[in-house]
């Protein structure tokens, strides 16, 4: 009898080991909702020391926790995300009451830790209402194309190619390689395949440029308890594992390191990832949508890019037109802006024939974004009827880039340095406009913040000499 006791309680040791061992958050109730027992992932999760909840109710804890409705009603709550209101924390979460014989004895409950991934779904939401303004919900300017590509707004055969092409790939599992200049509406196109793709979980959006370098590997693929010093007990998942039975969205993917270009290769040929600090191979399901507004085949030829990787994500590659070579529409969207500005800001304005011209010959470097804050100064300061030409920003009635058909008359080193001396102006420019803010400056560039830097460097400019 003692040997089986001996037995019976090496087994239950066993149980328990194992499950404090699980990544999932445990937790078991009497039936009065005292809490009995939780695993490590509890504690973790809910950054709280087991001794503060063992033996004390629910309702002290965590007052309204649908445990407490689950033991009410005798029922089970699956899949039901629940914010912990005391910890910040959004998890999903599944609780079975515990029946015998029809008594109830208790309840166990299992959560995952979901905050990541609703506040990234929050920011999808912020995206989409930003790309919004690339829309125009009352017109559907592609009657033709899938619902999610129909109000797009754009005329030229160049763009609404671009548009066939994304709405025939979107319901695939193809991976996708979108390459255009800043502003020219990348995300616009990722998020019209998004809604038209047949995957309904989460979606992972990833920056390159905003991604240190010392951490890139631990951001995307997560690391393992004790990996390094600073790390969270149990252990933290990277945006793969996050995204997986997703989408994962890489923009600026050419500021990707070469060391987790090799990385990202093996994820895209395999679906295997390795946490930093583990031995462990995990398998993940993800879609990638990849984005760039730099030349990759050129960054190939200048070994700084993998060519096996361009190729891997060259499988279906939409290029989307720069502005000032689509023609009309800039009217368009100037059109579109306006009439949102104008709501915004209780106004009732048109544009002059003048600016319409002057809006047509000019270079668009930031693209739909420079032509949206163009319009927005021009509602803000316009006190008539009709926008004026001297109502638009200086820049665009006093452009300092030369007229690309005058550059490409000059020899190639001219050319070159005209860039250069370009750039650098126009560098300063927004140092001056922003006094001093990086940040600000480089959003209104519309370059990355690496590439930022790596201008700062080679034009010697000190913002400090620009604040006030």
């Given at each position: 009898?003692r040997?089986d006791n001996i037995m019976?309680?090496d ?10 061992s699980?990544h ?7 039936k009065?909702s005292?809490?009995?027992?939780i695993?490590?992932?509890?504690s ?5 020391k087991?001794d503060k909840?063992l ?9 309204g926790?649908?445990?407490?409705d689950?033991?009410?009603?005798k029922?089970?709550k699956i ?11 959004e998890?999903?979460?599944?609780i079975?009451?515990i029946i015998i014989?029809g008594e ?5 409950s299992?959560f995952?830790?979901v905050?990541?991934v609703y506040?990234?779904n ?7 209402k930003?790309t ?6 009352s017109?559907?300017f592609?009657k ?11 005329d030229?055969e ?7 092409l994304?709405s ?9 390689l ?6 020219a509406g990348k995300?616009v196109i ?12 989460p979606?992972?959006?990833?920056n390159?440029s905003?991604?240190?370098?010392n ?11 004790g990996?390094f ?6 252990g933290k998942?990277?945006k793969?594992?996050t995204?997986n ?15 987790m270009?090799?990385?990202?290769l ?10 930093v ?26 070994g700084t ?5 361009y190729?891997?994500?060259n499988t ?9 070579e689509?023609g ?10 306006l ?5 915004k ?8 024939n003048?600016v ?12 739909v ?6 319009i ?8 008539k ?7 638009l920003?200086?820049e665009?009635?006093?452009p300092n880039?030369p007229?690309?058909?005058k ?15 370009v ?6 420019k927004?140092?001056q406009?922003?006094?001093g803010?990086k ?12 590439t930022f830097y790596r201008k700062l460097?080679?034009y010697?400019?000190?913002p400090a000499?620009?604040?006030?």
């Amino acid at each position: 009898m003692r040997a089986d006791n001996i037995m019976n309680q090496d087994i239950l040791n066993m149980v328990l080991a194992a499950v404090d061992s699980i990544h999932d958050g445990i937790v078991i109730v009497d039936k009065n909702s005292k809490i009995i027992y939780i695993n490590a992932a509890y504690s973790e999760i809910l950054n709280v020391k087991k001794d503060k909840v063992l033996n004390r109710f629910v309702s002290e804890i965590e007052p309204g926790a649908i445990i407490l409705d689950s033991l009410k009603e005798k029922k089970p709550k699956i899949n039901t995300v629940t914010k912990v209101k005391t910890r910040g924390k959004e998890i999903l979460v599944n609780i079975n009451p515990i029946i015998i014989d029809g008594e109830l004895l208790g309840a166990v409950s299992i959560f995952k830790d979901v905050t990541e991934v609703y506040l990234l779904n929050k920011e999808l939401e912020q995206v989409r209402k930003l790309t919004g303004y690339f829309y125009n919900d009352s017109t559907k300017f592609h009657k033709d194309l899938p619902e999610s590509f129909s109000k797009i707004i754009g005329d030229d055969e160049k763009f609404i190619n671009c548009l066939k092409l994304a709405s025939i790939v979107a319901p695939t599992e193809a991976t996708v390689l979108i390459e255009g200049e800043s502003g020219a509406g990348k995300e616009v196109i990722v998020n019209a395949i998004l809604g038209e793709s047949k995957r309904n979980h989460p979606f992972v959006n990833i920056n390159c440029s905003a991604i240190p370098e010392n951490l890139f590997e631990s951001e995307l693929f997560g690391y393992s308890s004790g990996s390094f010093t600073g790390a969270k007990k149990g252990g933290k998942a990277g945006k793969f594992e996050t995204a997986n039975n997703g989408t994962i969205f890489l923009d600026e993917i050419g500021e990707m390191p070469l060391f987790m270009q090799a990385k990202l290769l093996r994820v895209l040929q395999s679906g295997e990832i390795q946490k930093v600090g583990s031995n462990n191979i995990d398998i993940v399901n993800v879609r990638v949508i990849a984005a760039t507004n730099r030349n990759l085949k050129s960054m190939v030829r200048e070994g700084t890019f993998r060519e096996d990787l361009y190729f891997r994500l060259n499988t279906f590659k939409i290029t989307i037109p720069p502005l000032r070579e689509r023609g009309k529409d800039v009217i368009l969207l100037a059109e579109h802006f306006l009439s949102l500005y104008c709501e915004k800001y209780c106004k009732k304005i048109v544009l002059s024939n003048e600016v319409k011209d002057l809006l047509l010959n000019n270079q668009w470097i930031g693209n739909v974004r420079q032509v949206q804050s163009c319009i927005e100064y021009a509602v803000i300061v316009c006190q008539k009827d009709k926008i004026q030409v001297e109502n638009l920003p200086d820049e665009i009635r006093n452009p300092n880039i030369p007229d690309g058909k005058k550059i490409i008359k000059h020899n190639g080193k001219v050319l070159k340095n005209m860039i250069f001396d370009v750039e650098k102006a126009q560098i300063i420019k927004e140092l001056q406009n922003t006094h001093g803010n990086k940040t600000r400056a480089m959003e209104n560039i519309g370059i990355s913040r690496r590439t930022f830097y790596r201008k700062l460097k080679l034009y010697d400019i000190n913002p400090a000499l620009y604040t006030k």
